[in-house]
Structures are given as structure tokens and as C-alpha cells.
């Protein structure tokens, strides 16, 4: 994996786990599952999304 793409998750990975959990508390579940399962998918959609943001980064102005 390239540099890029770690920068872009260490960005990304953090801020769609972080939305997640909001819209979970606000959504009023408030217990300790919810939000770190939550904040869990957060992270695990960070992985794609770096990688196909990295992918438009370094395709050279194409697409």
C-alpha cells in the first residue's frame, strides 16, 4: 500500500468512524454497542473510499 493511501485513511478512516458515531447518538442509542459498532463501520468504509479517492488522485487527471 502506498504512502498516499495511508495518509488519505489516517484523514478519512477517523472521519466517517467520527459521523458515524454522531448519527448513532443521535439517533438516541446511547449504550457502548451501538457506537463503537458504528465507529467500527466507520473505519472499515474508510478503507474503499481512500482507495478510490487515491485512485482519482493518481490517475493522471484522467477519468
Known amino acids: 500500500m502506498s504512502r498516499l493511501f495511508m495518509l ?3 484523514l ?3 472521519s ?6 454522531i448519527i448513532v447518538l443521535s439517533a ?5 454497542k451501538p457506537i463503537l459498532a ?4 466507520g ?4 478503507v ?3 482507495w478510490a479517492v487515491m485512485r482519482r488522485l ?5 477519468a
Open 8 to 10: 488519505l485513511f489516517a
Open 12 to 14: 478519512i478512516g477517523p
Open 16 to 21: 466517517l468512524a467520527g459521523a458515524g458515531v
Open 28 to 32: 438516541g442509542l446511547v449504550t457502548l
Open 38 to 41: 458504528a465507529a467500527a463501520l
Open 43 to 46: 473505519m472499515a468504509l474508510g
Open 48 to 50: 474503499p473510499v481512500s
Open 58 to 62: 493518481t490517475a493522471g487527471g484522467t
